[in-house]
């Protein structure tokens, strides 16, 4: 039972490099979200995704891209890094009514590093 | 601005007391609350869900009430223990559309023995 799986858990990019995160959840859920946590920021939504081919963005998606191409699959992507996009990105993916109205459930989480 | 507040920031107990995380929201047009536990460096755990219609939840040791019209939930935790110490995270799920879930920026617990 792997619920929301994230890879990969840790990363060192130097600035100007490109990566992608890859999410995976094996409970047919609609919805998914990509956030990031900061030391006493709490968490915030980059972008989301209300199901499978469609994409939109959250509080915070400058220099982040995303794509739903399979139900099961969220990507997020930096196309050029940046010190500032240092930080522990959350997957979660959400159980029924979806639009904030359900459970959330989440991945462990992928830590990057921007040098 | 839609915004999640809690109080403390963190808080040390001795094992064996009972204790009550505060979580305060700007806007009372919401979907529901929940309260989620962080262990250092993984992710979040969710402990309850409480939907706008309702006034709490209970689960093992934990009751989460929520009082929409004050802006304010607690987490009840009973007889603390020291496998309780984690991060508490209160998220908001405010009514207007898939981004206007807001997080605290959580309440740092440790039990001592």
């Known amino acids: 039972n792997a619920g929301v799986t994230q890879t990969p858990k840790f990363r060192v990019l130097k600035t100007g490099q490109s990566m992608t995160l890859l999410c995976a959840q094996d409970?047919?859920?609609?919805?998914m979200y990509w956030y990031r946590q900061d030391p006493g920021m709490g968490l915030r939504l980059i972008h989301y995704?209300?199901?499978?081919?469609?994409?939109a963005k959250g509080e915070v998606p400058d220099g982040y891209n995303v794509s739903r191409l399979k139900k099961q699959n969220f990507l997020l992507g930096l196309e050029s890094a940046a010190p500032s996009q240092t930080s522990v990105y959350f997957c979660?993916?959400?159980?029924?009514?979806?639009?904030?109205?359900?459970?959330?459930?989440f991945g462990e989480g992928s830590r990057l590093t921007v040098l | 601005k839609q915004e999640v507040t809690q109080i403390p920031a963190a808080l040390s107990v001795p094992e064996g007391e009972n204790l009550v995380l505060n979580c305060s929201f700007t806007d009372s047009a919401i979907y529901n609350l929940q309260w989620f536990r962080q262990d250092p460096g993984k992710g979040l755990t969710s402990l309850l869900l409480i939907q706008s219609s309702q006034r709490e939840q209970t689960s093992g040791r934990l009751n989460a009430s929520l009082d929409k019209s004050s802006g304010r939930s607690t987490l009840y935790i009973a007889a603390s223990q020291p496998g309780d110490s984690a991060t508490y995270l209160c998220?908001?799920?405010?009514?207007?559309?898939?981004?206007?879930?807001?997080f605290g920026a959580g309440t740092r617990l440790a039990v001592h023995p």
């Open positions: 409970m047919n859920h609609e919805y």
């Open positions: 995704s209300v199901g499978e081919g469609t994409t």
């Open positions: 979660a993916s959400e159980s029924f009514g979806g639009a904030g109205t359900g459970e959330l459930f």
């Open positions: 998220a908001v799920s405010f009514s207007g559309g898939y981004n206007k879930l807001i």
